[in-house]
T-cell receptor, first 114, second 110 residues
Framework: DTAVSQTPKYLVTQMGNDKSIKCEQN?????MYWYKQDSKKFLKIMFS???????INETVPNRFSPKSPDKAHLNLHINSLELGDSAVYFC?????????????FGPGTRLTVL | DAKTTQPTSMDCAEGRAANLPCNHS???????VYWYRQIHSQGPQYIIH???NNETNEMASLIITEDRKSSTLILPHATLRDTAVYYC???????????FGAGTTVTVRA
């Protein structure tokens, strides 16, 4: 039973295209996140959602639009893809946004923009 | 805005204990110490966290010094599958995010 799952695992696309990455968690958590890991391997928070509501947008370009249809899902849509968007994107979830709650991560989606 | 300092890399022998140090000299009273690891091509994996007291779970032990300015993650019997990047993260109770640094690349050798 995968706790946090993402699809697709790999995504290769051309500059200028629009693409989506899907995330689902079956842990019953209220909070979900998107993180980006760039080529230098640094992991950075992008968004945080709590009960389907956006609570934090970490100065991410508005080409990135997260959507949460329900508490178990947080999808990431990216418009007008750029070369610099190439990275691994990780979805995560936690019980709540509190700092004493651990976050559980998905396996990642490797996005390559050509 | 790194709050933690970790060695860049370390090696350890299979079957031996691996002791991973972390300095967090500016830690505040309401900040937790978290450890995550990332095995190659996988998502980060939660290991353990603590506030003041030492903690132990099925994966590891976390030893926090009395002044809370440093901690050590102990993997009691390292295996080859423990080869990964280990991240020490300081996180306040109100902090929704995990702020990852460069971590320590741990290589377990047979």
């Amino acid at each position: 039973d995968t706790a946090v799952s993402q699809t697709p695992k790999y995504l290769v696309t051309q500059m200028g295209n629009d693409k989506s990455i899907k995330c689902e968690q079956n842990l019953g958590h209220d909070t979900m996140y998107w993180y980006k890991q760039d080529s230098k391997k640094f992991l950075k928070i992008m968004f945080s959602y709590n009960n389907k509501e956006l609570i934090i947008n970490e100065t991410v370009p508005n080409r990135f639009s997260p959507k949460s249809p329900d508490k178990a899902h947080l999808n990431l849509h990216i418009n007008s893809l750029e070369l610099g968007d190439s990275a691994v994107y990780f979805c995560a979830s936690s019980v709540a946004t509190r700092g004493d709650n651990e976050q559980f991560f998905g396996p990642g989606t490797r996005l390559t923009v050509l | 805005d790194a709050k933690t300092t970790q060695p860049t890399s370390m090696d350890c022998a299979e079957g031996r204990a691996a002791n991973l140090p972390c300095n967090h000299s500016t830690i505040s009273g309401n900040e937790y110490v978290y450890w995550y690891r990332q095995i190659h091509s996988q998502g980060p994996q939660y290991i353990i966290h603590g506030l003041k007291n030492n903690e132990t779970n099925e994966m590891a032990s976390l030893i926090i010094t009395e002044d809370r300015k440093s901690s050590t993650l102990i993997l009691p019997h390292a295996t080859l599958r423990d080869t990964a990047v280990y991240y020490c993260i300081v996180r306040a109770l109100h902090d929704y995010k995990l702020s990852f640094g460069a971590g320590t690349t741990v290589t377990v050798r047979a």
